[in-house]
């Protein structure tokens, strides 16, 4: 099995606003065992166009996955006509309606009627369970070809994907191994780290880098396929080693972790706390922080203060300040964050005072000037950040900065 | 000319990181004139595939839209499979070679010698100029069939379309118009919203009605197409006011506002204040407020109490409250609602409290226990909550919650 397409369901996919990302992730898990998606189709609810879509896949691939179009309502279509693409008759399943009626009791509610239409699968197909969701998936094969058909929303499908149809097509695909680690830097752009990186990872064969930038970082994807398990691992490895070395302490994350996965961990192992305030953010830093499971250990509070009375009554920055620096200035940073430091009582305090837009910009202080203050008993210090994008960008970016500096904060002491 | 489908062509596309958004943008366009977009396709850079995928589209629909692949590189398969694909020969223009001579002079360059392969169009095709690239496109007409072949760069793309192909399709796509709307409903089940709504849309002809469930929101997405402007708009808007009437005040937005939008557009429009204080959300309330340019205008203030010391410092919620009931009660959630109002002296302020998971959860409140609080200065009430999901799900449905306690709280006085 070499060669498989993609199928997304869904007329919300056709639109102008609605990306799908199912096929994004299932294209890298299926990379990395070696099959190759050739193809990718999105389809909107129209049975005769998705059965003509899925049986131009199945003779064109291998391996056709399917996601979307499994729900109850009238709209969700797969069911029926990925029957009719392989030629085979939809069987009602007595277990999967218990299955789900108990499910909906569990959530205190009645199962409606048309839920029952979730207990059709394709006949001689292995039903494959939803932990996650009403809808379970199926895979069918004949004549040497696959079809997997899996629910729509990511926290269905990939579980799904990843318990049931992954070790199958591993069997399938063969011997090749594919090993990936992703370096995240921050504070420096795209080409500042491709000139860094470029004369390493190009010296090396088997290895695909890839540099991407997200919303307020870059992203190195290291993959290297090997004929072993072993051999991928070390040279995916020598390879990471390699560009974290030469990229330094922008180097922030090595195994996958989050931003806020690495100041919590960090926080963690010292036993340390942290309280925030925030502006421009308006609580945006809190939430990434405590997005992470267990952060009440270090977490203890959050200020939002947006108005410019708040930062006065809830932090203490003195009204002097405000009259002769502004809201957003160095010295209202650093205010800011020994307010919250000192009310709260925590080890670590960081603050966050900018213009995030798309208003508020002088010729001073355009749009995207961002203060970003730090205290801790020991000191209390600020950098000035002129960020770019738009308003949504530019309090992402913020809310990066801030945790970096944070991070960089306690590296050095 | 009613049905289109869209091409997408290169192997960066089906990896796992590049979107192609010149497809959600192309089908925007095309349905504004009433040409609905039946399916996507992206292959990659395999000529075959690309010529079966290009038969199997124009058999399909009466529109096809390539994009990509039009480089001067010898993995640019473009011109030579789609002219296969339409069994065309492929002729060498000699004035397009001149003009792409002269451009690389005025770049101050001299021409590659490959960049003559972008000389070479279908016979009988009308060449599409391109001011913006070195690659012209092509539009083919056979059969009843029309074949548009378009640059990558969207920066290419888009002006191409627009001057050139717009409106030939507009005059050929005739006198339809479709209007489209969408009803977002907050605190109903995908089900429960389509057991109300499916008897309405089903009883149109012309409309299209689908159903999503986002995180923490159902919406209804109405298509209406008919053969005058007024007539889709009409149609649109009887379908969507029977709709939102039969769902009553579940619907929170008719016009595609988010949550955070209405909440903000009806306190601007009272010209009133609100405050928050978050213990499980994190600061994602907050955030989700502040979004919204120009909140400044009636967000004043939020606290982040994560720590229950920071309940009763910053808040003063009673700590017999929290030794009695617990920080997860409708007790406490009303105890912080009044505080942040009583210390921001704003008209309205919303709490929360609950615990989010993984860990923390009891037998008496399981994971995904939630209160909510308000507080005026008429009235403090408060709901519970139990809220299926992860932690990430949990937190993004009690701050929709939240919002939407807070509107229907406003709406009442």
Same mark, same amino acid.
């Given at each position: 099995?070499? /060669?498989?397409?993609?199928?997304?369901?869904?007329?919300?996919?056709?639109?102008?606003?609605?990306?799908?990302?199912?096929?994004?992730?299932?294209?890298?898990?299926?990379?990395?065992?070696?099959?190759?998606?050739?193809?990718?189709?999105?389809?909107?609810?129209?049975?005769? @166009?998705?059965?003509?879509?899925?049986?131009?896949?199945?003779?064109?691939?291998?391996?056709?996955?399917?996601?979307?179009?499994?729900?109850?309502?009238?709209?969700?279509?797969?069911?029926?006509?990925?029957?009719?693409?392989?030629?085979?008759?939809?069987?009602?399943?007595?277990?999967?309606?218990?299955?789900?009626?108990?499910?909906?009791?569990?959530?205190?509610?009645?199962?409606?009627?048309?839920?029952?239409?979730?207990?059709?699968?394709?006949?001689?197909?292995?039903?494959?369970?939803?932990?996650?969701?009403?809808?379970?998936?199926?895979?069918?094969?004949?004549?040497?070809?696959?079809?997997?058909?899996?629910?729509?929303?990511?926290?269905?499908?990939?579980?799904?994907?990843?318990?049931?149809?992954?070790?199958?097509?591993?069997?399938?695909?063969?011997?090749?191994?594919?090993?990936?680690?992703?370096?995240?830097?921050?504070?420096?752009?795209?080409?500042? +780290?491709?000139?860094?990186?470029?004369?390493?990872?190009?010296?090396?064969?088997?290895?695909?880098?890839?540099?991407?930038?997200?919303? /307020?970082?870059?992203?190195?994807?290291?993959?290297?396929?090997?004929?072993?398990?072993?051999?991928?691992?070390?040279?995916?490895?020598?390879?990471?080693?390699?560009?974290?070395?030469?990229?330094?302490?922008? +180097?922030?994350?090595?195994?996958?972790?989050?931003?806020?996965?690495?100041?919590?961990?960090?926080?963690?192992?010292?036993?340390?706390?942290?309280?925030?305030? %925030?502006?421009?953010?308006?609580?945006?830093?809190?939430? @990434?922080?405590?997005?992470?499971?267990?952060?009440?250990?270090?977490?203890?509070?959050?200020?939002?203060?947006?108005?410019?009375?708040?930062?006065?009554? &809830?932090?203490?920055?003195?009204?002097?300040?405000?009259?002769?620096?502004?809201?957003? /200035?160095?010295?209202?940073? %650093?205010?800011?964050?020994?307010?919250?430091?000192? @009310?709260?009582?925590?080890?670590?305090?960081?603050?966050?005072?900018?213009?995030?837009?798309?208003?508020?910009?002088?010729?001073?202080?355009?749009?995207?000037?961002?203060?970003?203050?730090?205290?801790?008993?020991?000191?209390?210090?600020?950098?000035?950040?002129?960020?770019?994008?738009? @308003?949504?960008?530019?309090?992402?970016?913020?809310?990066?900065?801030?945790?970096?500096?944070?991070?960089?904060?306690? &590296?050095?002491?």
């Amino acid at each position: 099995m070499r /060669s498989a397409e993609i199928v997304a369901i869904g007329s919300e996919l056709l639109g102008a606003t609605r990306v799908d990302t199912n096929s994004l992730w299932l294209t890298e898990r299926l990379n990395d065992i070696g099959i190759e998606v050739m193809l990718k189709t999105v389809v909107g609810d129209d049975g005769e @166009r998705l059965q003509e879509a899925l049986t131009d896949a199945l003779r064109r691939s291998d391996l056709v996955i399917t996601t979307g179009g499994l729900g109850p309502t009238e709209d969700d279509i797969t069911r029926k006509y990925s029957a009719a693409a392989v030629k085979g008759e939809l069987v009602y399943h007595d277990e999967i309606e218990t299955n789900l009626r108990e499910r909906f009791k569990a959530w205190g509610r009645e199962m409606p009627e048309i839920n029952k239409r979730q207990a059709f699968v394709i006949d001689g197909s292995t039903i494959l369970p939803n932990p996650n969701g009403s809808a379970v998936g199926m895979l069918y094969e004949n004549d040497g070809k696959m079809l997997v058909v899996l629910p729509g929303p990511p926290r269905e499908n990939q579980p799904m994907f990843l318990d049931h149809v992954y070790s199958i097509l591993k069997q399938r695909a063969g011997d090749f191994y594919t090993y990936r680690r992703i370096l995240k830097v921050s504070g420096m752009g795209e080409s500042a +780290v491709d000139e860094i990186a470029a004369p390493i990872y190009s010296s090396y064969d088997g290895v695909q880098t890839s540099i991407l930038f997200n919303k /307020s970082e870059v992203e190195l994807h290291i993959a290297a396929r090997a004929d072993s398990q072993n051999a991928a691992l070390t040279l995916t490895n020598d390879v990471a080693g390699k560009l974290a070395a030469a990229l330094g302490d922008a +180097v922030f994350s090595t195994n996958g972790e989050t931003m806020e996965q690495v100041v919590g961990r960090m926080l963690t192992e010292r036993g340390e706390t942290l309280s925030l305030a %925030e502006s421009c953010t308006g609580g945006l830093v809190a939430r @990434r922080i405590t997005e992470v499971a267990g952060s009440s250990r270090y977490f203890v509070e959050g200020a939002v203060t947006y108005a410019n009375e708040a930062k006065v009554r &809830s932090l203490g920055v003195d009204p002097e300040i405000l009259a002769n620096y502004g809201a957003v /200035s160095a010295e209202c940073a %650093e205010a800011m964050a020994r307010g919250i430091r000192e @009310r709260s009582g925590t080890d670590h305090a960081i603050s966050v005072t900018g213009i995030a837009g798309p208003d508020g910009g002088t010729a001073e202080k355009p749009v995207g000037t961002v203060f970003i203050g730090y205290s801790s008993a020991a000191v209390t210090r600020s950098i000035k950040l002129t960020l770019p994008g738009d @308003r949504y960008l530019i309090r992402w970016r913020t809310s990066q900065a801030a945790m970096d500096y944070l991070r960089r904060q306690m &590296s050095r002491s």
